[in-house]
């Protein structure tokens, strides 16, 4: 017997056996892993469920194969959000953003909603179950009073574009994120100093943690001119350097850094039934990473300030419809950074698009609501009136001319020359 021959035989064996005992336990360890993740994700059944009530009044899709949607940042101060202020049982839309990704998946669009733009809400549930009346309100009062299928409804009431798909985030899932991706590089323009945002930087270059990144994206009353339209302005520009950061090879093929980053995306969402499981969510995040950074464009909706607060915002049209009518038709929307992309605001216009003060009932409601009066007594925004008076051109209304829109896109991140 050839005792070389048997050992090599029992080597191979033991060689085989110990890479098949080796590929089970990586098989195990990876679904093991995809479990957690698959588990993170919150499912919203309730909102899925109202808006199914109300599907027949609801948009239809007009560009098959393209998506839209909405993503909401929530300002709940329960749990660990609450030492970003007051627990009033109620949480705002301190966010909005309808992202509309094309078809062909060559095209992203983010289109900021400011929390102060006066719109009609419709008739929406509340947490105790009654229904509230149509109303003309500003629009983070649709999350406050009906939650996400009311913000939802909301939304396509206003853009007439069908929403096919949302997500929740919080303060706290947000901060988790940008710490995941070994935070995010912005340009500060001038020195920040905010006790409330917990937030101190020097101009320039900035590297920002999750909570610099959350104090970044939320101060308002100590930077700039104290305005909304300055805040959305700084939201939009850090999402485009993460999507820029996320979207690169250090982040998408390295291990070590994907797994936190997914981990912490997938426990910091809550999204409806058709993104609930990792599947589908990667499906979504697939096709917006196909979209090349220059091509994902970010802006606010065309508006100006509310004829009967000059606190609140109106929408402009016909800008905002036409920019609507893109989004629904899955046609390009172009940006330009310059303030020349915008027309001069008017202020005339009333928030029905007549081009004269709404006299209405539901205007005379609006402008209550817009003036700090909160008809349901939920406590709005009553202590933000009068930080933008002086700015009442706001985006120069967020209008392009014909072919483009004040905005930015995913590619121009960081400060100039940098």
């Given amino acids: 017997m050839d005792i070389a021959h048997v050992l090599r035989q029992h080597w191979v064996r033991w060689v085989a056996f ?32 109202e808006l199914r009530k109300y599907d027949r009044e609801r948009p239809s899709s007009v560009a098959k194969g393209a998506q839209n949607i909405l993503l909401i940042g929530s300002d709940s101060r329960a749990g660990k959000n609450k030492e970003y202020g007051r ?41 105790d179950g009654k229904r509230g009346n149509e109303r003309l309100a500003q629009f983070n009062w649709a999350f406050e009073s009906g939650g996400t299928a009311c913000t939802v409804r909301t939304v396509e009431k206003m853009t007439n574009v069908r929403i096919d798909h949302y997500v929740v985030v919080d303060f706290e899932g947000f901060k988790k994120m940008v710490d995941a991706v070994g935070g995010v590089k912005v340009c500060v323009a001038r020195p920040i100093d905010d006790k409330d945002a ?99 464009r970010f802006l606010t909706v065309p508006r100006e300030a509310y004829a009967a607060d000059p606190n609140r915002d109106q929408l402009v049209q016909p800008d905002a419809e036409r920019l ?70 706001r985006d120069a209304a967020g209008t392009g001319n014909q072919d483009r829109y004040r905005g930015t896109t995913a590619a121009d991140t960081g400060c100039p020359g940098s």
């Fill in 198 to 296: 917990h937030l101190k930087l020097a101009a320039g270059s900035q590297k920002l943690d999750g909570e610099q990144a959350l104090g970044y994206v939320r101060v308002r009353k100590t930077l700039g001119n104290g305005s909304d339209t300055d805040r959305i302005d700084r939201q939009q520009k850090f999402l485009a350097a993460l999507v820029a950061k996320m979207s690169g090879n250090d982040v998408l093929y390295n291990p070590t850094k994907l797994y936190p980053v997914l981990d912490a995306a997938t426990s910091a969402l809550t999204t409806d039934p058709g993104l609930a499981s990792l599947r589908d969510l990667y499906g979504m995040v697939r096709g917006v990473r196909s979209v090349p950074t220059e091509n994902v």
């Fill in 18 to 49: 110990g890479l098949a005992v080796l590929l089970l336990v990586l098989a195990a360890v990876v679904w093991g892993f995809y479990r957690k993740l698959d588990r993170n994700i919150t499912e919203d059944t309730s909102a899925a469920a």
């Fill in 324 to 393: 609507f009518a893109q989004l629904r038709n899955d046609s390009p929307v172009r940006v330009d950074p310059s303030p020349s992309a915008s027309p001069a605001p008017t202020a005339s216009a009333s928030a029905s698009g007549s081009g004269r003060p709404d006299r209405t009932e539901a205007g005379r409601e609006g402008a209550e609501a817009a003036r700090g009066h909160d008809p349901a007594g939920a406590g709005g925004d009553v202590a933000d009136t009068g930080r933008d008076a002086a700015h009442t051109g």
């Fill in 87 to 127: 627990d009033g049982g109620t949480q705002r839309s301190d966010t909005t953003i309808l992202l509309h990704v094309s078809r062909d998946r060559k095209h992203a669009t983010a289109v900021s909603v400011p929390r102060d733009l006066m719109v009609t809400i419709p008739s929406c549930r509340g947490a």
